[in-house]
């Protein structure tokens, strides 16, 4: 009678669990794909006026802006080094505003952005979901320049 040992258990164990991590390795390099060919379709696109029924992401919209709210300082790392996103929120109307990322500054730079009024009149760019934050980012602070997190619940407070 053939019995099994503990060796063999753990070889069996080894074996399907990278035959498991191979095939998920596959399944995302399929998904990435399929991502990237949707966002060169959506490049060559040309833009739409934004509508809130727009739901799908990575949309090229574009609207006109009534007026632009002081930016939000959005806390990051990027490879290493403390710095900010830029998010400036636009009025287009007298019940919608729309977050724009203007990008990544340097803390050092952070004052030569306090007091800059962005004054396009016409915006394009692509459509995007906020994202929850981590278990890890930090509570917004009301008493600080910068939030760690994109909360609508903490914006329409201040």
Known sequence: MFKIKSLDIFFIFFVLAIFLLGTW??????????????????????????????????????????????????????KGEIGFKV?????????????????????KNINLLKNTSFKDNLIEGYTKKIRPKNLFTPKNSLNEDFVYSIDIEYLKKT
């Open 25 to 78: 390795q596959v399944f995302r390099l399929y998904k990435k794909k399929n991502l990237i060919f949707y966002l060169e379709q959506n490049l060559k696109k040309n833009s739409i006026n934004f509508n809130k029924d727009i739901s799908e992401e990575y949309t090229k919209v574009k609207f006109k802006k009534n007026r632009s709210n002081p930016p939000i300082f959005l806390y990051q790392l990027k």
């Open 87 to 107: 998010i400036v929120p636009y009025d287009i109307d007298n019940s919608s505003v729309i977050l724009i990322d203007k990008g990544w500054i340097r803390k």
